[in-house]
Antibody
Framework: QVQLQESGPGLVKSSETLSLRCTVS????????WTWLRQPAGKGLEWIGR???????NYNPSLKSRVTISIDTSNNHFSLEMTSVTAADTAVYYC????????????WGQGTLVTVSS | DIQMTQAPSSVSASVGDRVIITCRAS??????LTWYQQKPGKAPKVLIY???SLQGGVPSRFSGSGSGTDFTLTISSLQPEDSATYYC?????????FGGGTKVEIK
């Protein structure tokens, strides 16, 4: 079965760029949208954006100016870059597969905590 | 953006009780609604998709209903392992958005 695993620095300095990778195993990275979401401690879920396997991406307008999602189908991973981070970007970041036929995110990675320090 | 409003924000119930969580969309989303369960320190897990379809492996005590703007998640007989936070999510239009969550506690 398909599994996702986030990786990247757990600590990023304010004003710098957050970079995360999601590695997909157990199946090819095809035929779906691959997405990033986040959840600040004790708060709800926020969709950051998604990309399909031909590289077409959609972003949350609230983050669009600072976010880039890319995909590497040859190596079965996709990535998130978020520029000019602040303390408000401190959160658990999740990657997930999104199916347009069901409208849901499944499966998810385990999540990775990113803390923005001043 | 489509706003998703869940109620209540928290509920405390006894084992065996029936628990109902509601989710209201700020505009018509047809049946494009998913319910998730999230336990502390874990990623969310799909319970119900397209409003009323039970995800494989999910106990039948979970059910979903509704269409348009008003949806419900029902736990027919609450079990100890159902202690979690539940989220609804709309898939009608971008940006994809979630409700604020409902925390279910066991008395």
């Amino acid at each position: 079965q398909v599994q996702l695993q986030e990786s990247g620095p757990g600590l990023v300095k304010s004003s710098e760029t957050l970079s995360l990778r999601c590695t997909v195993s157990g199946g090819p990275i095809t035929n779906y949208f691959w997405t990033w979401l986040r959840q600040p401690a004790g708060k709800g879920l926020e969709w950051i954006g998604r990309i399909n396997t031909i590289g077409s991406a959609n972003y949350n307008p609230s983050l669009k100016s600072r976010v880039t999602i890319s995909i590497d189908t040859s190596n079965n991973h996709f990535s998130l870059e978020m520029t000019s981070v602040t303390a408000a970007d401190t959160a658990v970041y999740y990657c997930a597969r999104y199916s347009t036929s069901s409208g849901c995110f499944d499966p998810w990675g385990q999540g990775t905590l990113v803390t923005v320090s001043s | 953006d489509i706003q998703m409003t869940q109620a209540p924000s928290s509920v405390s119930a006894s084992v065996g009780d029936r628990v109902i969580i509601t989710c209201r969309a700020s505009q018509d989303i047809s049946s494009w609604l998913t319910w998730y369960q999230q336990k502390p320190g874990k990623a969310p897990k799909v319970l119900i998709y397209v409003a009323s379809s039970l995800q494989g492996g999910v106990p039948s005590r979970f059910s979903g209903s509704g269409s348009g703007t008003d949806f419900t998640l029902t736990i027919s007989s609450l079990q100890p392992e159902d202690s979690a936070t539940y989220y609804c999510q709309q898939a009608h239009s971008l940006p994809l958005t979630f409700g604020g969550g409902t925390k279910v506690e066991i008395k």
